[in-house]
């Protein structure tokens, strides 16, 4: 009796090592096949402020960008009077898009600020990118 008992056991394991195979290989030859992870992100542009004005027929500030990378970005641009801000200090910002940079030429682009007062010397630096996708 005890040797039959053993037996069916056998088969028992036998049994569910098979149904194991059958119920988890697809799904591992599926993982395999999609190439496991996500692609790896591009890295960020290199997006610096060239140069930073006020234009005199507007007096509208005007900061131009020079970006260089791969993808398309929107730059967020931010214009302040000092350099650093003080806590209660409001900054005013401006969304740059940059579709299709190449790794070969930068991209070169201008930001509009707002209306800037008189005899203020404004600053210009970048805010944010975000990739768009």
């Not at 003080?86 to 940059?98: C, E, N």
């Amino acid at each position: 009796m005890a040797v039959s008992t053993l037996k069916w056991q056998g088969w028992l394991v036998g049994l569910m090592g098979l149904a194991g195979l059958l119920v988890f290989a697809p799904l591992g030859l599926y993982v395999w096949a999609s190439g496991g992870g996500p692609a790896p992100a591009a890295p960020p542009p290199d997006v610096r402020i060239t140069g930073c004005r006020v234009d005199p027929p507007s007096r509208r500030v005007v900061a131009a960008l020079e970006a260089r990378g791969e993808g398309s970005y929107v730059v967020t641009v931010e214009f302040r009077d000092r350099r650093p801000p003080s806590p209660d200090a409001r900054t005013s910002q401006s969304l740059v898009r940059i579709p299709g940079l190449t790794p070969d030429t930068p991209a070169r682009t201008e930001a509009i600020g707002p209306v800037w007062p008189p005899a203020t010397v404004p600053w210009c630096g970048v805010a944010g990118v975000a990739g768009e996708g």
